[in-house]
């Protein structure tokens, strides 16, 4: 019997990935950024732009509908009947993602159509699908006891590190129930509009962390949940992979700490030269444009496979996991010191001034036999 937990959708976001369950109401100002557009672009650049747009498939039509079907077959997931019920979804999240767009800067404002979103955002994102189902059934994996019965399945958890509107992880959500996402990016308002969109589509297999990456599994309360537990880590181009791999190696699991003998996975989508102790380490390198069964050229991103212990290799050899500031205990960073220098400059008294006699004191007169002798 398959499980599936389902983690309820928050309306806002703390910072550390508290949830508060009521409604949020924001002023625009507070939220969202403005929305004025630069007048400075190109006018070469508009017209290459107009130009790519014009070569991209309406996302409505029934070319693209045809076109996901294709791609579920030629990668064995799932039946034709789901992939055109998928289609519709995917629409649907291109237009929440347009509404938020215009209040909140989730991707390049430039060119924001819907051929822009569900072609070099949505499409990308669900090209993964088959590289993160790989090794399990629909986002479902044995976890073996002692006996060495499979009668325990888990759901495939999933990391999405640096997530920003939702890319990759919230498409792969909304296509794959059984799996469970943790989106996680530092910036709320983001989060917020990434939960408002999950909550209009009803999913319910994600949450959502507010804040750094290496802050999740440092050693403090309520912070172990995340170290060495998820099956999978995804980011996309979020900055050097050398230095991505030095943030999030220890949440993916471990070889021996797996009954079934399998290690977590990191998959990155990047473009461009990688340098040499990561390319060393790759276990696999396939092109978007190859998974998704398009022309090629039509992107230059590409999606890299790495072990968890290769990810660690990466992090140690490249010298990024010695460079992480991570965060001191409480009351020991510069504003506490400064605090506490305050208080004792407060405390101390100044030289001559007034203060109350302790009668518990012996006074001090310079001799110890003094009489006093009344006449």
């Known amino acids: 019997m398959m499980m599936t937990t389902a983690f309820s959708f928050p309306s806002t976001i ?4 508290a949830i508060n369950r009521h409604p949020v109401y924001l002023h625009n100002s507070q939220l969202y ?18 130009a790519a747009e014009e070569e991209e498939i309406d996302p409505y039509s029934e070319e693209a509908k ?5 791609f579920y077959k030629q990668h064995n997931i799932d039946t034709i009947q789901d992939a055109e019920k998928d289609h519709k979804k995917l629409l649907r999240l291109t237009e929440q993602v347009l509404s938020w767009n215009q209040r909140l800067n989730l991707i390049s404002r430039k060119d924001c159509t819907p051929e822009v979103v569900y072609h070099r955002h949505i499409l990308p994102s669900i090209a993964l699908m088959p590289l993160v189902l790989k ?6 994996i044995s976890n073996s006891e002692d006996d060495g019965s499979n009668n325990n399945p888990q759901p495939l958890k999933i990391v999405d590190v640096g997530t920003g509107g939702g890319f990759p992880g919230l498409p792969l959500a909304l296509l794959l129930p059984h799996c469970e996402f943790t989106l996680v990016d530092s910036i709320q308002k983001k989060l917020v509009a990434v939960s408002e969109m999950a909550a209009e589509l009803d999913v319910e297999n994600v949450r959502i962390h507010c804040g750094r990456c290496e802050e999740m599994y440092a050693e403090r309360e309520g912070r172990k949940e995340h170290l060495a537990k998820y099956d999978v880590c995804l980011g996309r181009s979020v900055t050097a992979l050398s230095r991505f791999c030095a943030w999030m190696y220890p949440l993916l699991k471990k070889q021996q700490q797996n009954d079934d003998g399998k290690e977590g996975r990191l998959i990155y989508i990047i473009g ?3 340098e040499d102790v990561v390319e060393s380490r790759i276990q696999s390198d396939i092109f978007l444009d190859e998974l998704l069964h398009r022309e090629e050229g039509t992107s230059d991103k590409r999606a890299l496979i790495f072990l968890a212990k290769d990810v660690e290799a990466i992090a140690v050899e490249s010298g990024e996991v010695d460079k992480i500031v991570r965060s001191a205990p ?3 960073g510069r504003k506490s010191r400064a605090k506490k220098n305050k208080q004792e400059r407060t405390n101390k008294v100044a030289k001559g001034a ?4 302790d009668n518990s004191v012996k006074k001090e007169r310079g001799y110890d036999d003094f009489q006093r002798f009344e006449f």
């Open 135 to 140: 090794n399990s059934h629909s986002g479902i």
């Open 33 to 50: 950024s403005s929305s004025a557009s630069s007048s400075s672009s190109s006018s070469s650049l508009r017209v290459g732009s107009r």
């Open 14 to 17: 703390t910072r550390g990935g």
């Open 272 to 274: 461009g030269e990688l």
């Open 66 to 70: 045809t076109n996901l079907v294709n």
């Open 330 to 332: 409480a009351g020991t």
């Open 354 to 357: 007034w203060q109350k006699r």
